[in-house]
């Protein structure tokens, strides 16, 4: 991975490590959801599908063409094969947005994802103790707001923010191990997929997020890391023998890695992968400084190059703006007409590569929302906070239309 940094001399690569002490991705899992999501109201707002010109236009054409003179026969729309959706991060803080939010989805997706990275209450786990209410409270807020037409992806990180330890419990603390894969560890690990699972029933399940960071970040971890992740996944099997699971990566960082041996990484890392249920993706080609469709599509090809499973991207999204954090010392070119390049190039590789579905981060930027955060994490908070296919005030960009382009067909 690597980021652009401006510097006396102009805009130059650098490693995350040095602007964000190697916190770059997994970021999101320090703003809580509890920000966002409130259980004080779980009543949906409905709200009307907008309606879409495009639409009405294109029946007019396959009219138009099937009664010509010489019947000639309308060219037939290519169906997609490939679901479509968003995760429910809200893009404010009030009950209204978070309804907004699940409505917006409701309206313009066929899957969603309800997207836990946070914390874990591994004390009350381990030692059959009632559960946080904070955490309960979470849950209760999702399952309310299931949307019933939609298919659901559940993902859920056993690591913390960093990707390089256990996700901390509600007080702050890490359980205590001597490996990754030791009983306590799985049991509990266990016990909080199982619950998460049986409350909101997915169809798909990613039981760890951004797992090859893990391997960058604390390779001494990784083969007991392994060993346990393989336990839980066999003991959830046994019980839900239907449901499809995966480990996710951040593309990002299996692309032109920043590893010591670079070809021994990759291709530990695509054999593990291919090894799935299907292979789950994470990927903001901003972070990677990637700006054109050959740049896109170059990453795409190294991917299908050397994936042998069903390909789902299960979170991803491209800025629209200028990413200007001073703090950070961190400039990146943005606009909405590379937003929707890079939308294309996804869902066209989609389409011909028969993907599971994509999975957009954010359907509208969260600038209310961030504008809520603590002052510790706003300058984070910001990396991802453009990216939206409308923009803060809920105006249409040009990925919006390319998404419901792709979305009716």
């Known amino acids: 991975m690597c980021i652009i940094h401006k510097g006396i001399r102009g805009f130059r690569a650098v490693s995350p490590a040095l602007n964000l002490g190697g916190k770059l991705i997994g970021l999101k899992s320090a703003i809580h959801y509890e920000i966002i999501h409130s259980t004080l109201a779980i009543i949906k707002t409905n709200t009307n599908m907008l309606s879409k010109l495009h639409i009405l236009l294109l029946g007019i054409f396959i009219s138009l063409s099937s009664c010509s003179k010489d019947n000639t026969p309308a060219e037939s729309v290519v169906k997609r094969d490939f679901k479509m959706g968003f995760t429910t991060w ?76 256990l996700a901390e419990d509600y007080d702050g603390t890490i359980p205590s191990y001597s490996n990754l894969n030791d009983v306590q560890i799985e049991d509990a690990y266990f016990k ?24 960058i970040r604390a390779e001494d971890k990784w083969d007991s890391y392994k060993l346990l992740i393989q336990n839980v996944k066999s003991r959830v099997k046994q019980l839900y023998p239907n449901l499809t699971i995966s480990e996710s990566i951040s593309l990002h960082n299996l692309y032109e890695p920043d590893v010591a041996n670079p070809a021994a990484y990759i291709n530990e890392m695509t054999n593990y992968i291919n090894q799935m249920d299907f292979v789950a993706i994470s990927f903001y080609p901003f972070f990677k400084n990637l700006h054109s469709k050959n740049e896109f599509q170059q990453i795409f090809d190294f991917l299908h190059n050397n994936i042998n499973q069903p390909i789902a991207f299960v979170e991803t999204s491209h800025i629209a703006e200028d990413l200007i954090v001073p703090n950070l010392n961190l400039s990146i070119n943005g606009t909405e007409i590379e937003q929707n390049l890079y939308l294309e ?65």
């Open 192 to 215: 909080h997929i199982n619950y998460l699972v049986s409350q909101l029933t997915p169809d798909y399940l990613v039981i760890a997020i951004e797992v090859n960071e893990l391997k």
């Open 345 to 409: 190039c996804l869902l066209e590789n989609a389409q011909e590569q028969n993907y599971e579905f994509v999975i957009w981060w954010t359907h509208r930027d969260y600038d209310a929302l961030w504008e809520t955060f603590p002052p510790e994490l706003k300058d984070i908070g910001q990396l991802w906070r453009d990216s939206g296919l409308l923009d803060e005030n809920g105006n249409e960009r040009l990925s919006i239309t390319t998404w419901n382009n792709h979305l009716d067909k």
């Open 90 to 165: 809200s893009f404010g803080p009030d009950i209204q947005d978070v309804n907004d939010t699940y409505s917006f989805i409701e309206n313009n997706a066929d899957i969603y994802t309800e997207h836990i990275d946070n914390k874990i209450p591994w004390n009350a786990w381990m030692n059959n103790l009632p559960l946080p209410t904070e955490f309960t409270n979470e849950i209760t807020g999702r399952v309310n707001r299931k949307i019933d037409h939609a298919q659901l992806l559940l993902s859920v990180s056993l690591l913390n923010s960093n990707r390089d330890e």
